[in-house]
């Protein structure tokens, strides 16, 4: 049997930047991991996310950025429109005075950035392929058995475990969630015409399809949402069937687009825990929450849950109090709960109001759109919430 100060299930972006934040405190905490270490293989963008400021603030104070800014794409542009009419809305870094309006950065790369700073810290040991039994949790602490036969007594669990969080079902948090009614389709592409460093959205009548810039000037991201039903019949395009129809999606705004890389495919939904902590057990990230990608901010919001919840651990412990005090739980919990509400409603409203084929709504939208777009102080402030640059940010994350 071992016994440990905290416990982080899941080595995902989030929890390994928790167990970075938390290393320095001199608590003994240990991270298990169902897949395995991350990989130092080359980069291969099959997983990528656009990163905000406040996250590149968090990960740059934790040393990991520079080995995530070395393959990831700063873009200074972003472009949003609307297929069906003549709504569109620009934003560029200069006009925001701005470094960049974000960085393209590859899922895996994060990973092992900061895995790599982890291992500095003897206090903090990593267990990969790893399988959970079971999770059993008392008023003093959380017995885990894993890999059939070890032990592990925690004071305080952290679910980081993704969408599915087995921590989250173990204790029985109940989750609200609702069915999009699409799919992700993620691939790289290759452009015919340069990206010039711009994030570009379309809005079609079945879901938006981002085109995300990567270092080379010719090779994006694609997140392309379609309506569920339609997966089965666009996987089984042959390339260059499937090339056409996500070139005429993208009205050939870079040109012609081909395949570079296999096209995966993710059901989206959206998922709110109603209830983040139980006794010692404490969702984080996505297994608290999971939202539409469209605005690509389920990361960035998951770094500044597990941000907040490090700082309010230190705060405990500088005032030697409990690291596992309900109270100081609580706070995480509505602190977090607040921000996430925020961006699921406003994710919901966009998709459900640019998914709808009602001519009145949508003319409504495409005067919206151009009405902001042309509206320098509500830009600004749209601009800020999704640089990362306002909201009831942690500390290390803050401008
Ligand atoms: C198509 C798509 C595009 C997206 N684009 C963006 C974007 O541009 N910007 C952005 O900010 N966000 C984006 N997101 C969201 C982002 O990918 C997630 O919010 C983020 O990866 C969640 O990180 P996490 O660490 O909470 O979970 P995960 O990355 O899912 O990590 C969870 C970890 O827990 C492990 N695990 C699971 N179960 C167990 C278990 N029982 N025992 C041990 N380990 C376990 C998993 O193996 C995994 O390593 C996108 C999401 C999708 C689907």
């Not at 405190?25 to 963008?45: F, H, M, R, T, W």
């Not at 950035?113 to 810290?121: F, M, T, V």
């Not at 969408?163 to 609200?176: C, G, H, Y």
Request: hydrophobic letters at 45%.
């Amino acid at each position: 049997m071992r016994n440990t100060d905290i416990t982080i299930v899941g080595a995902g972006s989030a929890g390994l930047t928790l167990a970075l934040l938390l290393a320095p405190l001199n608590l003994n905490i240990v991270v298990l991991e169902q897949g395995k270490a991350p990989d130092i293989s080359p980069v291969n963008y099959q997983r990528v996310s656009a990163l905000n400021l406040a996250s590149k603030r968090l990960l740059s104070h934790l040393g990991a950025w520079p080995a995530i800014a070395k393959t990831a794409a700063a873009y200074q542009d972003m472009q949003v429109w609307d297929s069906d009419s003549f709504a569109k809305i620009a934003f560029n870094a200069e006009t925001e005075q701005v470094e960049a309006l974000g960085w393209i950065c590859d899922n895996e790369q994060i990973r092992q950035a900061l895995y790599q700073q982890l291992k500095q810290h003897n206090n903090v040991s990593c267990q990969f392929n790893c399988v959970i039994n079971s999770l059993v949790q008392s008023d003093r602490e959380v017995l885990i058995n894993f890999n059939q036969q070890q032990l592990l007594l925690s004071r305080l669990v952290v679910g980081a475990d993704g969408i599915n969080s087995l921590v989250r079902k173990a204790a029985q948090l109940p989750q609200m969630h609702s069915h999009y009614n699409q799919h992700a389709l993620v691939a790289t592409i290759k452009t015919e015409l340069p990206h010039q460093a711009t994030a570009r959205q379309v809005f079609l009548p079945g879901g938006p399809l981002a085109l995300l810039p990567l270092a080379d000037p010719h090779l994006c991201s694609i997140v392309w949402s379609v309506p569920s039903a339609d997966v089965p019949a666009k996987l089984a395009l042959a390339e260059n069937e499937f090339n056409q129809a996500l070139s005429a999606a993208s009205q050939s705004v870079l040109g012609v687009l081909s395949l570079q890389s296999p096209v995966r495919n993710f059901e989206l939904q959206m998922r709110y825990a109603s209830q983040w902590l139980e006794q010692r057990i404490v969702l984080v990230a996505d297994a608290a929450h999971s939202v539409h990608p469209l605005a690509g901010q389920g990361m960035n919001l998951g770094l500044m849950d597990v941000a907040a919840l490090a700082q309010l651990i230190e705060q405990q412990l500088q005032a030697g109090k409990d690291i596992t005090e309900l109270r100081m739980l609580r706070q995480y919990e509505r602190w977090r709960k607040a921000e996430a509400v925020n961006l699921i409603a406003a994710m919901e409203a966009f998709n459900r109001t640019f998914s709808n084929k009602n001519p009145l709504l949508k003319l409504i939208r495409a005067i919206g759109m151009n009405t902001v777009d042309k509206a320098p102080w509500l830009k600004k402030q749209i601009m800020a919430a999704a640089l990362g640059n306002s909201g009831d940010l942690p500390e290390l994350a803050k401008p």
